[in-house]
């Protein structure tokens, strides 16, 4: 009988079955998988943003496949606070598993009045904040590269929650250790890295941009190798626990971010080619972690810096 793998990891005060997620705004709240694959054997679902009030997004085309990604354009579409509330939550609550909400807005007061109000709900386990998003015009990615206004937003937030704090940030800041520091000094309790980077694509035949809002977040294979690059720096600069995402297509790629620094994996992109995709991942992260010998999932945490003698702060 093949001796059982540890696959539970905690992100701060989080604890996760095992470590891997669903990124924020490619699941959708859960429900449209429900048929496709098996929820309860997710490590935690990541909701798509939730802002204040109603928001209708980026006008359309919102998406355009590349050789190696995705750019895509939504925009934060989503019905808003009350909404999520009364139509998703209780259907969330349902699943037995970890749910992380994603906190979007245009100015720090939607993000503290939707972390407020998320925060009194038994079936929230942690809070997302989107700091990074590439296709918004007003909030979005001008936090992240204001890293003092970031930090404060940060700080302010927990002040105001019990509830586990994650910050989702952009690799494109001037300085991602100094930014991952003030996080960790702001109180945040985690760090998801990193959010699709700005992208565009040009139709040859029009001249003009392939999507409507003419900018969006590139994802998939083609950033894994800067998300990976960015887990590595935010593991050599803080202590927190960090979620990796970016272009995680099989279980090779989920172990190479948690060798980095990752405690945790986010899978994206991949949810659109293949339903049960992070599913396999987690098959194959316990079968690679049974032929190697090892008995727990933390193990592979960081590996690659105690190979090298490289302690870092983790």
Not at 48 to 75: A, D, H, Q, Y
Not at 136 to 152: H, I, K, M, T, Y
Not at 169 to 183: A, I, K
Request: proline fraction near 7%; include cysteine; glycine fraction near 10%.
């Amino acid at each position: 009988m093949a001796p059982e793998i540890d696959l539970q990891v905690r992100l701060g005060t989080l604890e996760l079955p095992n470590p891997v997620l669903v990124c924020s705004g490619t699941f959708g709240c859960g429900r449209e998988y429900a048929e496709w694959t098996e929820l309860e054997k997710l490590g935690g679902l990541v909701t798509k943003s939730v802002t204040p009030g109603p928001v209708t997004g980026n006008p359309p085309p919102r998406l355009w496949e590349t050789p190696c990604g995705l750019i895509n354009s939504i925009g934060w579409e989503n019905d808003g606070l009350e909404r999520f509330l009364e139509d998703e939550l209780p259907f969330l609550g349902c699943l037995g598993i970890p749910i992380i909400v994603s906190v979007a807005g245009f100015t720090p007061q939607d993000y503290l009045l939707v972390s407020t109000r998320l925060s009194r709900e038994r079936e929230v386990a942690a809070l997302e904040l989107n700091l990074s998003c590439p296709n918004v015009e007003r909030g979005g990615l001008s936090f992240c590269q204001s890293p003092a206004e970031a930090a404060r937003l940060v700080k302010e937030v927990k002040e105001r929650v019990d509830k586990p704090v994650l910050a989702k940030l952009s690799y494109r800041v001037s300085d991602l250790p100094v930014l991952c520091r003030l996080m960790e000094r702001a109180g945040a309790d985690a760090l998801s890295l990193v959010n699709s980077l700005p992208a565009m694509a040009i139709d040859p035949e029009t001249a003009l941009p392939r999507l409507g809002n003419w900018v969006g977040g590139l994802s998939g294979p083609a950033i894994h190798p800067l998300a990976v690059l960015a887990v590595w720096e935010a593991f050599t600069a803080t202590s927190l626990p960090i979620v990796g995402m970016g272009g995680v297509w099989d279980w090779k790629d989920a172990v190479e971010f948690m060798m980095a620094g990752a405690t945790a994996i986010g899978i994206g992109t991949l949810n659109f080619r293949d339903p049960a995709g992070w599913l396999k991942v987690l098959e194959g992260m316990e079968e690679y972690l049974r032929r190697q010998g090892y008995s727990r999932v933390e193990e592979l945490v960081g590996l690659t810096h105690r190979r090298l003698g490289l302690m870092g702060h983790n």
